[in-house]
């Protein structure tokens, strides 16, 4: 049976989380769509970090996605694969 992390380790993940993807940072989606990152937090069954977020253009209605999945790349039907999320400081390549 695993133990849960140490208070130590869930400060360093989550500390590692936010360098990784800032409170206050903007993101685009592959779809386009920009979101805003509102904070950081522990998954209280795996202790992964979850990113919670929310639509730039609206307030009122917020996200949360594991941090695995907030690096994940997708497919795209052309073939070719892109980042679910990219720093929207930071263009897509095409």
């Not at 997708?74 to 720093?87: A, D, F, K, Q």
């Amino acid at each position: 049976m695993n133990e849960n992390p140490s208070y130590v380790e869930c400060r360093e993940r989550l500390f590692r989380a936010g360098r990784a993807v800032p409170v206050g940072s903007v993101w685009r989606h592959y779809k386009g769509s920009l979101y805003l990152i509102e904070g950081i937090n522990l998954d209280s069954t795996t202790f992964e970090p979850r990113i919670g977020y929310r639509p730039t253009e609206q307030r009122g209605v917020s996200f949360s996605r594991l941090m695995s999945e907030w690096f994940e790349v997708i497919p795209l039907e052309s073939g070719r694969s892109v980042p679910r999320y990219i720093s929207a400081d930071k263009p897509y390549s095409s």
